[in-house]
């Protein structure tokens, strides 16, 4: 290419990135932790069937562990642009989720949404024997996974005219962000950094001692829904609406400051969300794979 016209090319091509990178915190997901926690969380309460199951469809990069590819979503969100709004689900303002309502994309198309990605995920795995499925499975595991984490992330199902709190501006602490950001990662690092010395591993181990601990009685619950479609997913959406009006949204204004209060009554939610989401997945996933021999969460 002539050096005259690839310089600006570059350059043109630098101001792109810029932008799309100032853009990417627009509805995320979980941060990179939040994905991570997840799937260590789901991990051991797979059956052997369905552990080799996944490890077969696991690309070679994750070195076998599911975790490893469950931020993977996020990652390719510039490049499968139409993958965008499966990562959220927004209701009009109010503080209950309705499929019909609320399950689209921007263009109306039904079913683009969180919950309607975790259900078609679900599907293709599960026809994974019949010849006429010609889905990359690799790819249906890695979007299953990502998004299981993100329903649970109760701005992922949040209000349409804040973006699931994108556009409230809030200080954490001392540090300008916003509140979509608070709830997918700073909420994360502050417990990682005061709590667990910033090791990752420590954390999921403290959430997992509460799973056979503290939450014992409920676990049972978090397995099985009301309205079950192909997954239990449209309650998990329900849940997190709900979460939003009772703690994400609540006392939180345009420029609030949010420290310790704030901090100490939420931080429960998010690692609870983070079981809930690791537990379930595990359950989806045994459901898919090893559907003969699935056994309760309990009797693990
Ligand atoms: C279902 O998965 C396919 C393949 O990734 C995708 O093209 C389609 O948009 C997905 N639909 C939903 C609702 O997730
Ligand atoms: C399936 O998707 C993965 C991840 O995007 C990709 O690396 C792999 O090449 C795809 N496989 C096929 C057969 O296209
Ligand atoms: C979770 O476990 C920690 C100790 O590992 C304990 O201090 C805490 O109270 C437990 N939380 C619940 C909700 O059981
Ligand atoms: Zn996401």
Redesign the pocket.
């Given at each position: 290419m002539d050096p005259l016209i690839s310089l600006p090319l570059f350059f043109f091509f630098i101001l792109i990135s810029v932008l799309l990178i100032a853009r990417a915190p627009f509805g995320d997901a979980w941060g990179k932790e939040g994905h991570i926690m997840v799937c260590k969380i789901a991990q051991p309460y797979l059956t052997e069937t369905t552990s080799k199951a996944v490890l077969d469809l696991l690309p070679e990069v994750a070195a076998g562990e599911l975790s490893a590819m469950c931020p993977w979503a996020d990652e390719v969100r510039f490049h499968y642009r139409w993958a965008s709004p499966l990562h959220y689900v927004n209701t009009p303002g109010v503080c209950n989720y309705k499929y019909s309502r609320d399950c689209h994309n921007s263009k109306e198309e039904k079913g683009m949404c969180v919950v309607g990605a975790i259900n078609n995920y679900t599907d293709q795995l599960r026809r994974r024997g019949d010849s006429s499925n010609h889905y990359n499975l690799t790819e249906s595991l890695m979007f299953l996974a990502h998004f299981v984490g993100d329903v649970h992330q109760p701005l992922h199902a949040g209000f349409a005219a804040d973006e699931g709190g994108n556009t409230i501006v809030v200080h954490w602490y001392r540090r300008k962000t916003n509140l979509h950001h608070v709830w997918d990662t700073s909420m994360i690092e502050t417990a990682m950094k005061d709590y667990y010395d910033n090791d990752l591993d420590a954390m999921v181990d403290?959430i997992m001692?509460?799973i056979t601990?503290?939450?014992e009685d409920e676990v049972d619950s978090w397995e099985n829904c009301q309205n079950k479609q192909a997954t239990c997913a449209n309650d998990y959406a329900v849940e997190s609406i709900h979460l939003d009006c009772n703690y994400a949204y609540k006392d939180v204004e345009q420029d609030s400051t949010l420290g310790d209060e704030y901090f100490f009554t939420r931080l429960?939610i998010v690692k609870k969300r983070i079981a809930q989401a690791g537990l379930r997945l595990a359950t989806i996933l045994n459901d898919i794979f090893d559907h003969e021999n699935r056994q309760e969460i309990q009797s693990y």
């Open positions: 403290g001692s509460n601990g503290g939450w429960p």
